[in-house]
């Protein structure tokens, strides 16, 4: 449920606001002042916030302006000014919306909604979640190219961490050294494949609790090696 703040000094105004808002869904808080209204804005968390221009103590200019500075919450200003000065100041302060005393509250919660779900859209296409490689506690973070054993964070070189997310990309599947080489070097072994085998010992040591008996690279002994899920 999307909780709104609403900074009303007029209390029947806030009072309708709300019932409107509420008989659609939302959650609302409702603050008569500006000062108090800043303070929740900034220290608490709401979806969207309902600004009145004219508040005692703080006005919504000084509220928009500070509450800008930190966060991208929908902002909907309202106000019995008709000045497109004031309109033009209060979208330049970054106010998403102005609506002009007397409106009609299903406009109110018309605008709501679209300025909730545009926020949605926005963070939804921003926010992409890192590609996570998950098996039995070890944890390899394919974005941050980062690996975690039990929540435990270890240090990877670069072709290290190369050679740990292909073999557990392809788990059950026996590659040679030779094949590994190619791979992950991306060069055909020359007589040098010795490394590869040092680079399974130094990942062994970081992510098997007995290397062994290595629960995650097998060796299949005259063949190479095997990620075993």
């Known amino acids: 449920m999307s909780k709104i703040l609403i900074v009303e000094d007029e209390?029947?105004?806030a009072d309708l606001e709300r019932d409107y808002l509420?008989?659609?869904?939302?959650?609302?808080?409702?603050?008569?002042?500006?000062?108090i209204g800043l303070q929740r804005a900034l220290q608490e968390e709401f979806?969207?916030?309902?600004?009145?221009?004219?508040?005692?103590?703080?006005d919504g200019f000084?509220?928009?302006?500070?509450?800008?500075?930190?966060?991208?919450?929908?902002?909907?200003m309202v106000s019995a000014k008709k000045d497109d000065i004031d309109k033009i100041r209060g979208l330049g302060l970054g106010a998403d919306d102005y609506?002009?005393?007397?409106?009609?509250?299903s406009e109110l919660v018309a605008r709501v909604k679209a300025h909730l779900a545009r926020y949605e859209?926005?963070?939804?296409?921003?926010?992409?979640?890192?590609?996570?490689?998950?098996?039995?506690?070890?944890?390899?973070?394919k974005t941050a190219r980062r690996v975690y054993v039990n929540g435990e964070e270890k240090a990877f070189t670069t072709k290290e961490f190369d050679l740990l997310t292909f073999l557990a990309q392809n788990p059950n599947h026996v590659f040679t050294?030779?094949?590994?080489?190619?791979?992950?070097?991306?060069?055909?072994?020359?007589?040098?494949?010795?490394?590869v085998t040092v680079h399974?010992?130094?990942?062994?040591?970081?992510?098997?609790?007995?290397t062994a008996k290595p629960q995650y690279i097998e060796t299949i002994w005259g063949v190479g090696y095997r990620f075993k899920v």
Not at 99 to 105: A, H
């Open 11 to 13: 209390e029947s105004i």
């Open 22 to 35: 509420e008989l659609s869904g939302f959650e609302v808080e409702i603050e008569n002042a500006g000062d």
């Open 47 to 58: 979806d969207l916030l309902i600004l009145d221009l004219m508040l005692p103590g703080v």
């Open 62 to 76: 000084e509220i928009c302006k500070k509450v800008r500075e930190v966060k991208n919450t929908p902002i909907i």
């Open 99 to 105: 609506m002009t005393k007397p409106f009609s509250p």
């Open 121 to 141: 859209r926005l963070i939804g296409s921003s926010v992409q979640e890192n590609e996570i490689i998950e098996i039995r506690g070890l944890k390899i973070d």
């Open 177 to 195: 050294k030779e094949e590994l080489f190619q791979k992950i070097w991306d060069m055909e072994s020359v007589g040098d494949i010795a490394t």
């Open 200 to 210: 399974i010992k130094k990942i062994r040591e970081k992510i098997e609790v007995n």
